[in-house]
């Protein structure tokens, strides 16, 4: 409405009012001149009716996240930020690729010039989300991953049975993919981790980005249970910790550790180590007072984390030093899995090293 009457008041004081004005001065200084009236009449009304066909923009609609509509506009979006381009509108034509591709074309509209989903109905979700881990992986986009677990996750939650069993074996067909992209450990509160056995995507990276991503996935197998225990204060007290200040965390179990790791690449992994160690125990501390199912059910949940990373997390010292930080303070029958075996004396001293770190 607002457009309408901004057009309508221009074309009026364009065409009517300066339009009249001149063509009178011309007049009294040239007498042959001929009139312009009609001329002016005419674009007045032309624009008039320019004006009144204008469509309202539609207004945006908030859809929560805790919804998965609102899961997934938070993904579209982030993806759409990340899509290369901007002139020309190339950024609209990479991301209309990726709705046709994906089979969601038909529900996404725009609004204030960003891409927006209004209702998850209709969806045929699970062939969906296969296309979209297909086009994240050909298209160099894994990092987007975090985002879309929050939707994988509420998937599960609108599913029946049949189709819950469908979502698994397409999560087990995308495990490799998934657990390089860390996400694997939080699908469905980590259900599908007994259903694998080593996870090696984690052998080439730098020593801190390896530690830190480890953390990641014992946060993402044990986010039920944590949130379920402690509720937001999980989020206050990770964030606490100057080191970990860089980690996105959110309560839909939306973790990203993409910014962390990049501000602190030249960083020694030992000072995430300790930190997190520090962190998990203030947690369960807490939890095996309130609840010790739930801690139980979480140093289970660590354990099959470790299990599946063994061959860093032994060579870092994440499973020697957790165990011994946690010693203090937790029943002894909820005890860290030992570190591997053919730990070398070199690995042994990283371990009392980091130890030695905890402790001052």
Known sequence: MKR???YLAAAYMVFQFLGFSLTNLLLVLNQNIPSFGGLLHLATYLAMAFALSIE???ALTYTPEA???GRYNRFLNKLFDALPGGAFGEKY????????QTGLK???SYVE???FLQSDRGLDLIPIIDRTITYLRENNLLSLLDAYLPVINSTYSTLPLSEAQRLDALMLEHSEILMEADIFYGIDGGRLLQKVEIDKSLNNLPDTAAAIKIYKRILLAAFPELKSSI????????LLYETLKDIEITPDGYISVNTCIEKNKHAQANKFIVVFNNFLLSILSTIVDTSPRTANL??????RVLELNRHRASRLGVISTLRATLASSIPTHLTILPASKDLTEEDLKVSKKIIGENKQ
């Open 93 to 100: 034509i990479k991301f209309s690729e990726f709705t046709e």
């Open 106 to 108: 038909e529900y996404i």
């Open 4 to 6: 309408k009457i901004y």
């Open 67 to 69: 919804t998965l509509a």
């Open 298 to 303: 979480i140093i289970g949940k660590i354990n």
């Open 231 to 238: 509720g937001s204060e999980l989020i206050i007290r990770l």
């Open 56 to 58: 309202p923009k539609p």
């Open 113 to 115: 010039a960003r891409p």
